[in-house]
């Protein structure tokens, strides 16, 4: 993937992530932003990768817990990345959202406590970048 790609997913991600944990939500800004850079470097086999979005999109009709930007931002991650990168930054940054949703669950007790989801799966992003370079 394009070096240039990489960067501007990553500081459209920070923003969104700030954005998230401030508000709660996602503005479709960033899923605009996003979605403009799909034509640069774009691989039809590409489109799979929205798929990673479909339990999201399920889980945000069945409950309440997950917002509409989530499962929009991580289709067009699946679209940007392809299906390997996506799933491999979804599955870690799921993997980081329950450890920081435990840890903070515990220290400031149980309770209906609503979490953001965007600052995990850029995490998920930056670590799966960083393992992709070592391996």
Known sequence: ????????ILCILIFASITDIKR????IMYQALLFVLIPFHFHIENLWGALMAAPFFVAAIATDKIGGGDWKLIALLGVLLGMHRAFGTVVVGCIIFIISGLVMEKRKGKGSMLFPFVPSLTAGYIVTLILEAIF
Request: cysteine-free.
């Open 1 to 8: 993937m394009h070096i240039l790609k990489i960067l501007l």
């Open 24 to 27: 709660r939500e996602v503005p």
